[in-house]
């Protein structure tokens, strides 16, 4: 089957060796896999869409031709933005850090404080505050977003990012922020190392990823020092640069098997 990769432009270089890997992974399933930015004029018409922009926008349109789209728009809408996230999780009965949506500093009544656009990514757009002149800063040089605030939780910078496949974790990493950095980001300079989760981890994370009805994402937690984690986000599209880093193992190659089994499915669901 013909198949496209979206990715947004300015993220097509940064991604070449992960994008070379899963059109190989493609073809050792008998699928061709084209790749084209996100702003592409015309987008072809194809068997299957593998869709790994910030864009869901156009996401929503793509869904419209009928194929087989990884992830479906629903996902990358929620997942683009953290109160959405966050309100989804809080109603599947799953911790979560506590956020909620300000409008001026008025609305902090305690510091420090963590500000987020609600679309930021790769830990941009997010910054730890102590003043309510931090954050009248904050807010103007981001008037155009909603903004989000979360009470600061000391985890030592580290988090969990949880990678999944349908509802099948395919693995986890636990990432440690920078010296002197409250992120956890492995691409801003963190370290991370593999983590095992326990039962109810891994009920919680299936659960989220059956609500959502995703194919690839990432889901990432707080990880307190009593051993407990708090619901943070989610990621579409995921990076797996962490993943790779503590496996050593090319998660292109489940991905390509996931999406060949979903389409092999299609296909005798239509005979």
């Known amino acids: 089957m013909k198949g496209i990769l979206i990715?947004?432009?300015?993220?097509?270089?940064r991604n070449q060796s992960f994008i070379d890997r899963l059109v190989k992974a493609a073809e050792n399933n008998g699928h061709s896999l084209t790749v084209l930015d996100d702003q592409?004029?015309?987008?072809?018409e194809v068997d299957f869409i593998f869709f790994r922009a910030r864009n869901p926008k156009l996401s929503k349109q793509l869904e419209q031709r009928n194929v087989p789209m990884f992830?479906?728009?629903?996902?990358?809408?929620?997942?683009?933005?953290?109160?959405?996230?966050?309100?989804?999780?809080?109603?599947?009965g799953i911790a979560t850090v506590p956020t909620k949506i300000i409008k001026t500093a008025l609305d902090i009544?305690?510091?420090?404080?963590?500000?987020?656009?609600?679309?930021?990514?790769?830990?941009?757009?997010?910054?730890?505050?102590?003043?309510?002149d931090n954050v009248e800063i904050f807010l103007e040089n981001h008037s155009s977003k909603m903004i989000i605030a979360q009470p600061y939780i000391e985890t030592n910078a580290t988090d969990v990012r949880v990678f999944m496949l349908g509802t099948s974790v395919i693995g986890a990493v636990k990432r440690i922020g920078a010296k002197n950095s409250f992120k956890s980001n492995f691409t801003?300079?963190?370290?991370?190392?593999?983590?095992?989760?326990?039962?109810?981890?891994?009920?919680?994370?299936?659960?989220?990823?059956?609500?959502l009805k995703s194919d690839y994402i990432g889901i990432d937690f707080l990880l307190l020092p009593d051993g407990?984690?708090?619901?943070?986000?989610?990621?579409?599209?995921?990076?797996?640069?962490?993943?790779?880093?503590?496996?050593?193992?090319?998660?292109?190659?489940?991905?390509?098997?996931?999406?060949?089994?979903?389409?092999?499915?299609?296909?005798?669901?239509?005979?």
């Open 188 to 211: 801003l300079g963190g370290t991370v190392e593999e983590y095992i989760l326990n039962n109810q981890q891994l009920a919680e994370v299936e659960k989220i990823a059956n609500a």
């Open 109 to 132: 009544n305690k510091y420090p404080v963590i500000l987020k656009t609600v679309d930021g990514h790769g830990g941009t757009q997010v910054e730890l505050l102590h003043t309510n």
């Open 40 to 44: 592409c004029a015309s987008i072809p």
């Open 71 to 92: 992830n479906r728009s629903e996902v990358n809408v929620i997942a683009n933005d953290k109160w959405k996230a966050i309100q989804l999780v809080q109603l599947l």
């Open 7 to 13: 990715y947004e432009f300015k993220e097509i270089e």
């Open 228 to 271: 407990s984690w708090l619901f943070n986000e989610i990621e579409d599209p995921v990076g797996a640069r962490s993943y790779f880093q503590t496996t050593k193992k090319d998660i292109a190659i489940p991905i390509m098997e996931y999406i060949h089994q979903k389409l092999s499915q299609k296909d005798c669901s239509e005979l």
